[in-house]
């Protein structure tokens, strides 16, 4: 069975070493890894969930304050961790429901 890194960061790997050669704290490499992994991670839910999806979108697109699509992704991120978070806490299942706030017409 591979390691979780190779499936999530499979493709990369030049990249990822090259960026990485220099480095000698283990502390350092180990958050430049999570980074990665959670930067990719989100890009799959982004592709393929539509509550990802959907806020995505909604962050880029911004009512009164539109957003780059790294920083939009950078939103998506943070999402995700509370999300993640949030299940982990009530041991419950994750349903795909965005909460829209809607204008008034």
Known sequence: MPHCRQVILCGVKRR?????????????????????????????AVQ?????????????KGCGHPLKKKEA?????LKLIRVLFAVIRDRRMFTEELNR????A
């Open 16 to 44: 990822r070493d090259k960026l990485l050669a220099g480095l000698a704290n283990s502390g350092l490499r180990i958050t430049i890894y999570s980074a990665l992994c959670l930067f990719y991670m989100t890009l799959g």
């Open 48 to 60: 393929t969930s539509s509550f990802f999806k959907g806020y995505y979108e909604q962050k880029k």
């Open 73 to 77: 992704l950078c939103a998506v991120i």
């Open 101 to 104: 706030c809607r204008e008034a």
